[in-house]
Nanobody, 125 residues
Framework: QVQLVESGGGLVQPGGSLRLSCAAS????????IGWFRQAPGKEREGVSC????????YYADSVKGRFTVSRDNAKNTVYLQMNSLQPEDTAVYYC??????????????????WGQGTQVTVSS
């Protein structure tokens, strides 16, 4: 069964850090670009980052550039999103998906084949 599972979310104070994981099962992540998305209540889904399959090229939305870092460990079949200097506006459910990084950077946020169930990130004092 093809599955993506996010983990690592939680409650953190402003200025804190979290590392999200996106673990794949049922398929090899090596051949897929992985995107991270987030959706806050009442807001549109936003593509925040992406890492390509081959050369590890990355994309970041302006809202997270310089604070978030995406990486992959193909041996562990996992992609990570390191989030630093978190702010209340980063509060959202975060999802990973198999994507085209070109499409993520162009603003496509739906219609990808495989999605995780999401993990809640709450930034609050």
């Amino acid at each position: 069964q093809v599955q993506l599972v996010e983990s690592g979310g939680g409650l953190v104070q402003p200025g804190g850090s979290l590392r999200l994981s996106c673990a794949a099962s049922g398929f090899t992540l090596d051949y897929y670009a992985i995107g991270w998305f987030r959706q806050a209540p009442g807001k549109e889904r936003e593509g925040v980052s992406c890492i390509s399959s081959s050369h590890g090229n990355t994309y970041y939305a302006d809202s997270v550039k310089g604070r978030f870092t995406v990486s992959r460990d193909n041996a562990k079949n996992t992609v990570y999103l390191q989030m630093n200097s978190l702010q209340p506006e980063d509060t959202a459910v975060y999802y990973c998906a198999t994507v085209s990084c070109m499409e993520v950077s162009a603003g496509r946020v739906r219609g990808y084949d495989y999605w995780g169930q999401g993990t809640q990130v709450t930034v609050s004092s």
